[in-house]
């Protein structure tokens, strides 16, 4: 027992002490990886609580920390969608199925950047013609309990990104663990996030008329490709602590922190918190996300969550997320959970 409290306190120093030097000057690694849609919260009770490593315990777990997906009970379903700045909506859906083992899940996420009007360096302008573009994932999920105060778990996804008929593939996985710790059943998390191949963009968009000698005259134009570069998946490490600093018979007050080390932008850290009332029927959450992080513009998360047992054999759950910006305005989330 001593000695695990002593690898707690540890693992807190080096979270808060890795993550508190972010603050001093570091160099931006903005703009340096594909699948940006990758970073955008999912699920919007952790969303809306900023900080959830350890405390992650829906389908939206696929994507945030596999481990958690062994808390679930029941078979669960949870959609989700975001309608973000301009036409740009964000949708998640995941289904998570206990085993006689574990918990398996599958997922779709998918970001739709909407309708653009085409222009062209010939036409010096709009052509009249649109097109799409949007960013997908595809992933299969297992979790379970190793023993009664450790669960781990691993998501393999296929992430495809479409701009009209140019596109990036790639595979990529996640894991993750959560541990009860025996400091006042204090839960630990670590998960890393979007591990995978590089991806590069390709199709027929790419190819373009071209001069290859244009140091002479009246020479015929002829079809060339266009090279892109090779770009990492926004890799992410997350180490969180979960707290349930008060409970009672109808009460429950849980305190989280994330310490976050993206591979794209600066360590940064998270804090937030949910309260229950009346035995796990309504929700408080809030939190403030990506602490020293400079170039950050959201300012705070906050939102509320109901569950409802329709009869003894279904249970729904509707979870709403604010997340507030500085300059871009405000984003709602609305999400919807089916218990079976």
Not at 101 to 122: P, S, W
Not at 126 to 149: C, H, N
Not at 310 to 331: I, M, P, Q, R, T
Request: glycine share 10%.
């Amino acid at each position: 027992m001593s000695s695990m409290k002593k690898i707690f306190c540890i693992c807190l120093f080096l979270v808060l002490s890795g993550t508190g030097s972010s603050v001093f000057a570091q160099l931006s690694k903005i703009g340096t990886t594909a699948g940006d849609f990758l970073r955008f919260p999912v699920g919007a009770r952790a969303s809306s609580m900023s900080a959830f490593a350890a405390t992650v315990n829906d389908p939206s777990a696929m994507v945030l920390n596999p481990a958690g997906l062994a808390e679930l009970n029941d078979e669960e379903v949870l959609i989700e969608f975001t309608d973000y700045y301009l036409d740009f909506t964000h949708s998640y859906v995941g289904i998570g199925i206990p085993t006689k083992k574990g918990v398996a899940g599958i997922h779709v996420l998918a970001m739709n950047y909407g309708e653009f009007e085409e222009t062209t360096e010939q036409a010096q302008g709009k052509t009249g013609r649109t097109f799409g573009a949007y960013s997908v994932t595809v992933g299969g999920s297992y979790s379970q309990y190793l023993t009664e105060k450790l669960s781990v778990g691993g998501t393999l996804k296929f992430v495809h990104e479409q701009i009209e008929d140019v596109s990036a593939s790639g595979l990529a996985f996640d894991v993750g663990t959560v541990f009860i710790t025996p400091f006042d059943d204090i839960r630990f998390g670590v998960s890393v996030t979007n591990i995978g191949s590089k991806m590069q963009l390709t199709g027929n968009g790419l190819i373009t008329e071209c001069d290859l000698d244009d140091s002479s005259s009246g020479n015929n134009e002829t079809d060339c490709y266009l090279a892109t570069q090779e770009y990492d998946l926004p890799l992410m490490l997350r180490v969180g602590f979960a707290w349930d600093a008060y409970t009672s018979d109808d009460i429950r007050a849980t305190l989280t922190l994330d310490g976050n080390n993206p591979s794209n932008n600066v360590q940064n850290i998270s804090v937030g918190g949910e309260i229950s009332l009346l035995n796990d029927t309504v929700f408080l959450r809030g939190g403030v996300p990506y602490i020293g992080q400079n170039n950050s513009r959201e300012t705070f998360n906050a939102g509320v969550g109901i569950k409802y047992q329709v009869d003894s054999s279904l249970k729904l759950g509707f979870n709403y997320a604010y997340h507030g910006y500085e300059y871009l305005g405000d984003v709602n989330k609305l999400s919807l959970q089916v218990y079976f």
